[in-house]
């Protein structure tokens, strides 16, 4: 049997026992030749806040879900690009309308004795182009009568880069007279031929920029060159005509001052496969109708639509 005071010792040591247990493996102390279980989650949380490092939980990020509507492609339709509306002129088409209706005829000055009409269609393809350019060089401030005049007389010496070349200034005078700005004609006439046979083996440039860069030819005579010689719309020839009228009916977006400048306002607008038609068309309508001066407002079909003729 136990003594009394073993008897108490023993019952202290089952209550300290009983004790350890029911705290669990953190109170025991360490270093005593067992393996420390593995924190749990609170325990984790402790540790951290004692070493200053807390445990920042992670918040569940919430999906935003937007709907599109499916494209063309993603519906398998082949995309439209955006179409970008182009100014137009008020009642262009009905203007139109009326100015070729007064046209019908074709009687006028551009109709019988234009570009078209002073080249030798018997002549060679080459002889034919340079021809026509050089008809278009002569009607530059001069009236369609006195250029064919003109032509019909060099026709008649023979009418090639060889024969001009062998032309005398003086000569070649007489025979242009009396275009405007003969004396400056002649010069530009030997100094363009003396280039063709050059460069273009009597030929002429098949491109309007290479035309333009021929002395005494500008931008209205190289379109009308390409188009007549070549058989190629490269622009609106304007001239004179094409540019009073064009801004008579307020056919450019604003007032242009010159016939380059009308050129540039009337391809913005204007559909392509009209390209061919306009210049012999408001040619012939400034010779007969819409004159420079007095223009014959009361015989025109279009002086209810015309902005100008409200004015007068």
């Known amino acids: 049997?136990?003594?009394?005071?073993?008897?108490?010792?023993?019952?202290?040591?089952?209550?300290?026992?009983t004790r350890n247990r029911s705290l669990g493996p953190r109170a025991g102390p360490r270093g005593c030749g067992e393996e420390p279980a593995p924190p749990g989650?609170?325990?984790a949380a402790a540790e951290a806040r004692k070493s200053h490092s807390?445990?920042?939980?992670?918040?569940?990020?919430?999906?935003?879900?937007?709907a599109y509507e499916g494209s063309d492609s993603e519906k398998?339709?082949?995309?439209?690009?955006?179409?970008?509306?182009v100014w137009e002129p008020q009642d262009w088409q009905q203007q139109l309308?009326?100015?070729?209706a007064m046209r019908s005829e074709k009687d006028a000055p551009v109709d019988h004795l234009g570009v078209e009409h002073c080249y030798d269609s018997s002549a060679p393809p080459k002889v034919r182009r340079y021809q026509v350019l050089l008809s278009l060089m002569l009607s530059s401030?001069?009236?369609d009568q006195v250029t064919a005049g003109a032509m019909q007389r060099l026709r008649a010496q023979g009418l090639t880069v060889d024969s001009i070349l062998q032309t005398d200034d003086a000569t070649l005078g007489k025979l242009i007279y009396p275009v405007g700005f003969w004396r400056s004609k002649v010069k530009y006439i030997k100094q363009t031929?003396?280039?063709?046979?050059?460069?273009?083996?009597?030929?002429i440039p098949a491109s309007v920029a290479e035309l333009v860069a021929l002395p005494g030819v500008g931008p209205k005579m190289a379109h009308l060159a390409m188009a007549v010689a070549w058989g190629t719309v490269s622009g609106i020839a304007v001239?004179?005509?094409?540019?009073?009228?064009?801004?008579?009916?307020?056919?450019?977006?604003?007032?242009?001052?010159?016939?380059?400048?009308?050129?540039?306002?009337?391809?913005e607008w204007l559909p392509r496969e009209l390209w061919h038609e306009i210049n012999g068309l408001l040619v012939g309508f400034g010779q007969q109708t819409c004159l420079p001066v007095r223009p014959r407002c009361q015989a025109c079909l279009n002086q209810a639509l015309c902005p100008a003729a409200q004015g007068l």
């Open 1 to 17: 049997m136990c003594s009394p005071q073993e008897s108490g010792m023993n019952s202290l040591s089952a209550r300290m026992l």
């Open 41 to 43: 989650r609170g325990e």
């Open 54 to 66: 807390p445990v920042k939980r992670r918040r569940k990020a919430q999906r935003l879900c937007v």
């Open 76 to 85: 398998g339709e082949k995309a439209e690009p955006l179409k970008v509306p």
């Open 97 to 100: 309308v009326n100015i070729r």
């Open 141 to 143: 401030q001069t009236k």
């Open 193 to 203: 031929s003396t280039i063709l046979q050059q460069r273009y083996g009597g030929d």
């Open 239 to 267: 001239d004179t005509h094409v540019h009073r009228i064009a801004n008579r009916l307020r056919w450019t977006k604003k007032a242009t001052k010159s016939p380059e400048e009308t050129r540039a306002a009337l391809e």
